[in-house]
């Protein structure tokens, strides 16, 4: 009988990735996982993942943490800053909600959620309001507006409202393609790509995606 593996999640050295974003920030982070406990992890103070420099976390501050680990697969999770600890050297004591609430996060495509947001086409200089079916950091589907017409391969200048937990607004404003119209219970859909995205842009639909996922394990739970 052949040995099962068992994927081990966080575990003590992991190197971590911290983004500020939830905190009001935009700023990226690095750190070193020195412990785990019950519903923590203690970790190195971490530093900006550009300059070097060491950073401040206020407790209470809401931090996004993601890891990759020893079987190569990567990990996201919410996390709060909870205190601090010293060993010697100065360290930061972070909330942690368990391997079962980690979320895993699919490296060769982006992960797409079922969400109706808010978003505003602009076509030829007139502009509609439309709901979103779905969206992912690669693209979005819409419900398109009934009194317009509209073809694969046009351009539109579009803007998505992104809603957080936090009660933080992010408008994403892109010039996305049609790639593909198809219907959907009476209702005309467009999948769009985008045709190019700023990093941080892409970073907060990754985020927002991410905290869906979040809400919809708490409601069937």
Same mark, same amino acid.
């Given at each position: 009988?052949?040995?099962?593996?068992?994927?081990?999640?966080?575990?003590?050295?992991?190197?971590?990735? !911290? &983004?500020?974003? @939830?905190? #009001?920030?935009?700023?990226?982070?690095?750190?070193?996982?020195? /412990? +785990?406990?019950?519903?923590? =992890?203690?970790?190195?103070?971490?530093?900006?993942?550009?300059?070097?420099?060491?950073?401040?976390?206020?407790?209470?501050?809401?931090?996004?943490?993601?890891?990759?680990?020893?079987?190569?697969?990567?990990?996201?999770?919410?996390?709060?800053?909870?205190?601090?600890?010293?060993?010697?050297?100065?360290?930061?004591?972070?909330?942690?909600?368990?391997?079962?609430?980690?979320?895993?996060?699919?490296?060769?495509?982006?992960?797409?959620?079922?969400?109706? !947001? &808010?978003?505003? @086409?602009? #076509?030829?200089?007139?502009?509609?309001?439309?709901?979103?079916? /779905? +969206?992912?950091?690669?693209? =979005?589907?819409?419900?398109?507006?009934?009194?317009?017409?509209?073809?694969?391969?046009?351009?539109?200048?579009?803007?998505?409202?992104?809603?957080?937990?936090?009660?933080?607004?992010?408008?994403?404003?892109?010039?996305?393609?049609?790639?593909?119209?198809?219907?959907?219970?009476?209702?005309?859909?467009?999948?769009?790509?985008?045709?190019?995205?700023?990093?941080?842009?892409?970073?907060?639909?990754?985020?927002?995606?991410?905290?869906?996922?979040?809400?919809?394990?708490?409601?069937?739970?």
């Amino acid at each position: 009988m052949g040995w099962q593996v068992t994927e081990v999640l966080l575990s003590i050295e992991t190197i971590i990735s !911290i &983004d500020k974003k @939830i905190a #009001k920030g935009s700023e990226k982070y690095k750190s070193k996982v020195i /412990d +785990i406990g019950d519903e923590f =992890i203690v970790i190195d103070y971490p530093t900006h993942i550009e300059t070097g420099r060491i950073a401040f976390f206020i407790d209470g501050a809401q931090i996004h943490v993601t890891f990759t680990n020893s079987m190569k697969s990567s990990y996201a999770f919410q996390a709060k800053v909870i205190g601090r600890v010293n060993k010697g050297v100065p360290l930061l004591k972070l909330s942690y909600p368990g391997d079962d609430q980690l979320i895993k996060i699919q490296r060769r495509e982006f992960v797409r959620v079922e969400t109706p !947001i &808010d978003v505003a @086409i602009e #076509k030829d200089g007139q502009f509609s309001q439309c709901v979103a079916e /779905d +969206i992912s950091a690669g693209g =979005i589907a819409i419900n398109l507006p009934v009194q317009k017409e509209f073809k694969e391969g046009d351009s539109l200048g579009i803007t998505i409202t992104l809603p957080f937990i936090s009660k933080d607004i992010k408008y994403i404003k892109a010039d996305m393609t049609i790639i593909r119209i198809w219907e959907k219970d009476g209702r005309k859909i467009a999948s769009l790509q985008f045709e190019e995205v700023p990093q941080d842009d892409r970073q907060n639909i990754v985020r927002f995606c991410f905290e869906h996922q979040l809400r919809m394990r708490k409601k069937e739970q």
